[in-house]
């Protein structure tokens, strides 16, 4: 069965730099999730959307945008990177009304600032 | 302030025993729980779930148990097996939609 992807799987940057993480949600998926996990860290919700609409926003910087497109991949922008900003990110994909409300997780995208 | 806490980041058991991992939350809108296991390099997989107009779910070897007014839940693997060996996630919403994480706790089954 398909899964979440992402990609890049793994991204090194330098400070200041930017970047851009892409999600692609299991097909009739209609909500995307974004989530940060810091080393030793729980997952953090940063943002979700809903048939391409921000539905909600969690503690996302500034510095990130996102946005579902409509196909309903999801990308996550990341600008003037900071040390702090290394993570694993993951997105979840779900579909509205589905049985437990279960969010399907990608592998996740390393990310590592320099 | 952490909403959901895994108090115990680390749990040995013996494979065949009992496995009990546990969950403290503080926000008593959280009405709706999910597990998830988590296994290095790879996304959280889902569990099971829990509503709070239920107190226990059973699936197959795991059963998780809600006890609303000590806002404390518990995910029972029984027997466990070293497959099961991973981070387990306690995750919580309010409305079922964004979860709330706790930091997690790592499960390891010696054989």
């Known amino acids: 069965a398909a899964g979440v992807i992402q990609s890049p799987r793994h991204l090194i940057k330098e400070k200041r730099e930017t970047a851009t993480l892409k999600c692609y949600p299991i097909?009739?998926?209609?909500?995307v999730y974004w989530y940060q996990q810091g080393p030793g860290q729980d997952p953090q919700f940063l943002i979700s959307?809903?048939?391409?609409?921000?539905?909600d926003k969690g503690s996302i910087p500034d510095r990130f945008s996102a946005q579902q497109f409509s196909d309903y991949h999801s990308e996550l922008n990341m600008s003037s990177l900071e040390l702090g900003d290394s993570a694993l990110y993951f997105c979840a994909s779900s579909r509205l009304g589905a049985r437990d409300n279960e969010q399907f997780f990608g592998p996740g995208t390393r990310l590592t600032v320099l | 302030d952490q909403q959901v806490k895994q108090n115990s980041p680390s749990l040995s058991v013996q494979e065949g025993r009992i496995s009990i991992l546990n969950c403290d939350y503080t926000?008593?809108?959280?009405?709706?729980f999910l597990w998830y296991k988590k296994y290095p390099a790879e996304g959280p997989t889902f569990l099971i779930s829990i509503s709070s107009i239920k107190d226990k779910n059973e699936d197959g070897r795991f059963t998780v148990f809600l006890n609303k007014s000590a806002k404390h839940l518990s995910l029972h693997i029984v027997p466990s097996q070293p497959g099961d060996s991973a981070v387990y996630f306690c995750a919580a919403s309010a409305g079922g939609q964004n979860f709330v994480f706790g930091p997690g706790t790592r499960l390891s089954v010696l054989p």
């Open positions: 926000n008593s809108m959280f009405d709706y």
């Open positions: 959307f809903y048939e391409k609409m921000q539905s």
């Open positions: 097909p009739r998926h209609d909500t």
